[in-house]
Structure formats: C-alpha cells, structure tokens
C-alpha cells in the first residue's frame, strides 16, 4: 500500500527509525532519540498549535507502533554502532512522532533501556519528553521515575489555556496533572513552551502568574523555557526573544530556581 501524506507533513515527519541519530539537542546536547510511535505517523493525545509533527487530523492513520524487542534490537545495534565509532552520547532520548508513554509497552521499553545504556554508555542520561498526560498512570509514573530526566510539558496554568494551545484529545484536568507531577517530589524537569498567538499569550498576567504559582508548588529540580524553532501548523505565532523570556522568569530564578532558556 501506498500512503500519500500531506507534504509539509511529510517534511514534519523526521524519525524513520526506532533508534536515531545522535542529533545535537539544544536542550540535551548530543542526543540519541528513540521513536516508540509510528513510523509513518503521529500518535498523541494533544494536538499542540506548535507541533513539530503537524495536526493530527493531517497524520495517517498508522497506529503501529514497536515492542519491546524492536527497540531492544535497534536501539543495542545503534549502541554498538556509535560505540565502535567513539560517537560521544550525552543522552538517550525518548522522543519522536508524539507521546512516547502512549506505548502500551513504555514501562518495559524503559527497563531495556536502562540494561542497554549501563552496557554501552554508562554516562549517558536517559531522558523522557512527555507531555504529562500518563502521569496519573501508576506504571507509567513508576517507569518516569527510574529515568534520568523526566521532561514533563506544562505550557498553560489552566485546563482553558491547555485547552487552546494543546487541544487535549478526551478530558484534561490540570489539577490531576499537578497532582500527578508532585508525586517526582521536586525530581523532574518542568519544561514550558513560551509564545503569542491571537487567543494566547504565555506572558499574559493570569497565565504566567498562575504558572509560577504551579513551579513554586511542584519545585521541580529544573525549569526549560523554550520559544518556536520550526514550522508551526497554526500560523500567526509569535516566539518570544531570549532576553523578554530571561526577564519573564527572573522571579523564579531570584527564588533559587533553575531555568535553562533556549530561543
Ligand atoms: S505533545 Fe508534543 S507530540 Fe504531542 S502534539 Fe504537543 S508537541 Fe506534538
């Protein structure tokens, strides 16, 4: 079968193998990723105004996604491979075409992979960008917490402003989420979008004062500040400069918070 996608889509789409690259990381630096959703599509359960992967509705279809063995092969040969090249690995990553923890074997996948990263990298970190979403999901939870860095996204302080900047497919309830997050006890990454669209502004007062409120509650050992880098699939969004997004975030830091910003 033939599948025909929608060409900027097809751009979006970069990750045509389980285990890939490594890429330089602007936030993680020399990144190995792994993809645990479909190859030829993507799978997640918000549809984010800034995604890299394009709209949902845009996507395939193809809900196939790898098992516990696939990842275990391809990801021990690419090990192998940069290993024998002295290719230097600052992390593993679980990214790619939409929510890693969306994999029904995710708890399984982490376990293997930790096996494999003391085998071959033993510095190398592991690390999660999730959406948050699963934390709520006792296996998920615990898989999250034997990683090195769990990237967990929270763009907006309420389920209005989640509403419209990650359109969250079925019920969203951010007091869930919030209530989920604690449960790191401090020991997460927090990571934050930071941007202006017509029905959006991350710097708006209510916003970013009740998303220092969330920070302050949560403590979380590491805050990522990050702005628009790709193509978005909703035009008419507006990154913030570095120096607006310092000044946003300069109470945070004055409190003893670690932010790492990146335009
Ligand atoms: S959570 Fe990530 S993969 Fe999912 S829609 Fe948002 S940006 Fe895209």
Not at 11 to 40: K, Q, V
Request: hydrophobic share 35%; with cysteine; glycine share 8%.
């Amino acid at each position: 079968m033939i599948i025909r996608l929608n060409d900027v889509y097809n751009n979006m789409l970069r990750f045509h193998n389980i285990a890939f690259g490594p890429i330089h990381s602007r936030r993680l630096g020399s990144s190995l990723g792994i993809n645990l959703l479909p190859e030829n599509g993507k799978l997640c359960n918000f549809d984010c105004v800034y995604c890299e992967c394009g709209w949902n509705k845009d996507g395939t279809g193809d809900r196939s996604m790898p098992g516990v063995e696939d990842v275990a092969v391809s990801l021990e040969n690419k090990l192998r491979e940069c290993a024998d090249r002295e290719v230097h690995i600052d992390s593993i990553t679980f990214s790619g075409h939409g929510e890693p923890t969306l994999n029904p074997h995710f708890p399984e996948i982490i376990d293997r992979t930790l096996e494999l990263r003391d085998r071959f990298y033993p510095h190398a970190k592991v690390s999660v960008l999730s959406n948050a979403t699963t934390v709520t999901d006792g296996r998920i939870f615990n898989a999250l917490r034997k990683v090195d860095n769990p990237i967990m996204k929270l763009d907006a302080s309420t389920d209005g402003g989640v509403a419209v900047v990650n359109r969250p497919s079925g019920h969203y309830d951010i007091g869930r989420i919030i209530s989920g997050l604690a449960g790191f006890d401090g020991d997460f990454v927090l990571q934050t979008m930071f941007f202006r669209s017509p029905s959006f502004d991350t710097s708006a007062q209510a916003n970013l004062c009740g998303w220092m409120d969330i920070v302050r509650r949560l403590k979380p050992r590491e805050i990522m500040v990050y702005t628009l880098d790709r193509e978005t699939p909703e035009k008419d969004l507006v990154k913030f400069p570095v120096e607006e997004m310092e000044r946003l975030v300069r109470p945070l830091c004055e409190e003893g918070f670690l932010v790492q910003i990146r335009g």
